[in-house]
C-alpha cells in the first residue's frame, strides 16, 4: 500500500536553528518525491523535488531509498519559513497520488 | 508562474441538492486535473484525476456517481457533488498539471473551494 508517514504534527525551532522535517514512504516501484508547502492563507505549492537536486529557499532534501525516507533540511530557519509541509511521493509526470499528513513548522523569534 | 484559480470560494446548500465547483488554469493549458478533499486538520486525499475529452480516473472508494467530474476543455474541469449530504461537507482542492516539453511537470494548485452542506 502506498503510504506516507510524517510524524511531527508540530515542529517548532526558534530562528537561526536548524531544522529537519521528516517523511518515511512505502511506494510501490521507484517514486519521484516532491514537498510541497502551504504558508498561512495560501494556497498548496510546490517547495522542491527530489529529481530537480536543487535548493529553494535554502531547503534541501535527500532521498535515502535504503530507508525510503526524504528529509527536509534547512540549516538556519527564518520566520517566514512557518508553514505546514506536506511530503508527497509522485510520478516524473508531477502528478502525486499521496500526500503525506504534513508537519507545522513553527519558527519562533 | 502558472495559476489556477477555482469558483466557488465557498459554498452552503442545503441536503440534497447539487453543488457544482470549477477548476481553471488560467494562463496554461492543462490535460490533466486532478481533484483532492481534504478534511479538518487531515492531509489531501486524491479523489479523482480528470482528463480532458476522456472520462475521468477514480481513487479506490470515490464514488463517481456522486462527484462527477467533467474536463470539457484543456483550461477547465468541473467537480459536481450530486445530492450533498453532511458528510460531504469538507474542502475541496483540485489542481492542475502544467506539462513541460523539457524538464518535468508540475502540479499547481488551486485555492480551494469550502462546502459546507446544511
Known amino acids: 500500500a502506498q503510504r506516507v508517514t510524517q510524524p511531527e504534527k508540530l515542529l517548532s525551532v526558534f530562528k537561526g536553528a536548524p531544522v529537519e522535517l521528516k517523511c518515511n514512504y512505502s511506494?510501490?516501484?521507484?517514486?519521484?518525491l516532491f514537498w510541497y508547502v502551504q504558508y498561512s492563507r495560501q494556497r498548496l505549492q510546490l517547495l522542491l523535488r527530489?529529481?530537480s537536486r536543487e535548493s529553494i529557499k535554502g531547503f534541501t532534501a535527500d532521498l535515502n531509498k535504503g530507508e525510503t525516507s526524504f528529509h527536509l533540511k534547512k540549516p538556519f530557519a527564518q520566520e517566514e519559513d512557518s508553514a505546514m509541509y506536506y511530503c508527497?511521493?509522485?510520478?516524473?509526470?508531477?502528478?502525486?497520488?499521496?500526500f503525506g499528513p504534513g508537519t507545522r513548522l513553527s519558527v519562533l523569534p | 508562474g502558472a495559476v489556477v484559480s477555482q469558483h466557488p470560494s465557498r459554498v452552503i446548500c442545503k441536503s440534497g441538492t447539487s453543488v457544482k465547483i470549477e477548476c481553471r488554469s488560467l494562463?496554461?493549458?492543462?490535460?490533466?486535473m486532478f481533484w483532492y478533499r481534504q478534511f479538518p486538520k487531515q492531509s489531501l486525499m486524491l479523489m479523482a484525476t480528470?482528463?480532458?475529452?476522456?472520462?475521468?480516473?477514480?481513487e479506490q472508494g470515490v464514488e463517481k456517481d456522486k462527484f462527477l467530474i467533467n474536463h470539457a476543455s484543456l483550461t477547465l474541469s468541473t467537480l459536481t457533488v450530486t445530492s450533498a449530504h453532511p458528510e460531504d461537507s469538507s474542502f475541496y482542492i483540485c489542481?492542475?498539471?502544467?506539462?513541460?516539453?523539457?524538464?518535468?511537470?508540475?502540479?499547481?494548485f488551486g485555492p480551494g473551494t469550502r462546502l459546507t452542506v446544511l
Open positions: 480528470s482528463n480532458e475529452g476522456s472520462k475521468a480516473t477514480y
Open positions: 508527497a511521493p509522485g510520478d516524473n509526470y508531477g502528478q502525486n497520488f499521496v
Open positions: 527530489h529529481i
Open positions: 489542481s492542475a498539471r502544467r506539462e513541460r516539453v523539457l524538464g518535468t511537470d508540475t502540479q499547481y
Open positions: 511506494y510501490s516501484g521507484s517514486p519521484e
Open positions: 494562463d496554461f493549458q492543462a490535460t490533466t
